[in-house]
C-alpha cells in the first residue's frame, strides 16, 4: 500500500528507487538495487523475494521484462502484487496485480522510448512533458491512492524534474503526495540509488541509502536527509582533498558542506579544524567558538587529535584555540 518509482538515469546511468507509504520501515521491504544490474520496488500485499530474485535474474542475463515475468508467473499470489523493475540497460516493467486495492496502476518509460501504461489510464491528457529527455527509464506504481491520478502525476514529476537521479525521484514522490498520496496518510520512506557499474564493493557502488522509518512528515525528512547525506560527501571530498595535500581544494570542500548544513557541529568543527592548521585561524576562531559553546566536548576531541597523527603536534595553536573551554 505504496507510491514508488524506480529509474535509471540516462546521463549517468545510476539507477535508484524511491517509496513512500503508510506503514512503518518501507525501506526495509520495497526497494532493491544493485550497481551494474538494475532496481526493483516491490509493494501492495508484498513478496520481498521479489527484489533479490529479480536482481538475480538480470544479473544473470535476464532484461527486466523477462525477470518479471519469470516470478510473476510463479507467484500464486501475483494479483496482489505490484511490483516494478528497471535494468542497467534502460528497460522496465512492471505489474500490477488485478486485485490490488484500488486506485491502483502503474506507468513505465523504457530508455527505447516505449511508453506502458496499466489500467486506468489517462490517455485524455498528455502524460509526459514533450522535451523528456532521450533515454529516459522509469516506471513509476501506486496502490490504495486516494485519486487515479497518482502515477501519471508521478511520471509527469520525474520526466520535468531538475537536478540528479535522486532529486528527479523526490520529485515524483512529491507529486504523488500533491495528488493525495496514500489514502492512509504517510509514515515512512526511502531511496537508494546505486552506480552504472559495480566495482564489486557494494559499499563504493551505493551511492545513497537513506530510510525514513516513522514520521508525521516521511518526504521532508527524507529530503533533509539527502540534502545532509550530501553534505557529507562534500566532506568526504575535504578529507580526500587534504590527504592529498590539496589544502585550497579541501576547504572549499568544507566550506560548501559547513554552508549546506549551517547547523551541524561536525562539518562546522572540521571545516575550523582545516582552517586552523591551514594557517588560516582568524577565520577558524568564530566557527571553534560556536561548536565548543554548543558541547565543550569538541575543545577535548580538538587536544587529541596529534597524537591520532590527524593535525601537527601545534600545542601553541591548540592552547589558542581551546583556552576558556
Known sequence: MTYSIVARDPQTGQMGVAV????????????WAEAGVGAVATQS???PAYGPLGLGLMRAGKTAQGALASLVAGDPGQAVRQVAMVDVNGQTAAHTGDKCIQMAGHTSLSSGGSQLLAQP?????PLLPPRTPPGTSFSVQANMMLKDTVWDAMAAGYASGDGDLADRMLAALFAAEAQGGDIRGRQSAAMIVVTAESTGRPWVDTVLDLRVEDHPEPLQELQRLLEMKRAYLRAGAADKALENGDMESALLEFAAAQQAMADNPELKFWHAVALAFGGRVDEAMPLFKDVFESDSNWAELLRRLPAAGLVPEDRQLIELVTSGY
Request: glycine share 4%; charged share 15%; with cysteine.
Open 20 to 31: 513512500q507509504s503508510h506503514y512503518f520501515s518501507v525501506g526495509s521491504l520495497c526497494p
Open 45 to 47: 500485499m508484498v513478496d
Open 121 to 125: 489510464s489517462h490517455i485524455d491528457r
